[in-house]
C-alpha cells in the first residue's frame, strides 16, 4: 500500500523520502555512483530484454551517460549526493522516475521526440 501510495504523489516529500529509502541501498544518507549502477543496470536488462524480442526496439544509453544526467539533475560535484542535495535540485521525482522505473525512464530519455511528435500533432 505504502508503494502504491509513493507511486501516486512522486512530488511529496513524503514519498520522496519513501524512495530515497530504497535508494540508499546501503543507510549512509547519500545515494552514489554504485548505487546508480545498480539500479541502472535494472533498467537496462529490461529493455535489452524487450529488444531481443523486437530488434527494432528501444536501446538504452550507456551506464556513463546515464550516471552524468543523474549527477547533473541532482546537482552532484562528488559523484554523490545525499537526499536534502536531490530536493533542493528540483529534479528528485526525475531521478526517482530515472532509477526505478523502466517506462519513466524511457519518457525521460526520449522526452524530445515526444514533444516534438505532440507539437507536430498540434499543427493538424
Known amino acids: 500500500m505504502e508503494l502504491v501510495i509513493a507511486l501516486q504523489y512522486r512530488t511529496s516529500l513524503p514519498s520522496l523520502r519513501y524512495f530515497w529509502a530504497v535508494l540508499d541501498l546501503r543507510g549512509r544518507g547519500e545515494v552514489g555512483e554504485e548505487e546508480i549502477r ?36 541532482a546537482k552532484s560535484s562528488t559523484g554523490s549526493f545525499t537526499f536534502q542535495q536531490l530536493v533542493e535540485s528540483g529534479n528528485a521525482e526525475i531521478v526517482i522516475t530515472i532509477l526505478t522505473d523502466a517506462i519513466g525512464f524511457w519518457r525521460h530519455d526520449n522526452r524530445e521526440a515526444l514533444a516534438q511528435a505532440l507539437e507536430d500533432d498540434e499543427m493538424w
Open 38 to 73: 545498480i539500479f541502472y543496470q535494472q533498467i537496462f536488462d529490461i529493455w535489452q530484454n524487450i529488444a531481443r524480442n523486437n530488434p527494432e526496439g528501444y536501446i538504452p544509453p550507456p551506464l556513463n551517460d546515464v550516471m552524468i544526467e543523474i549527477l547533473d539533475l
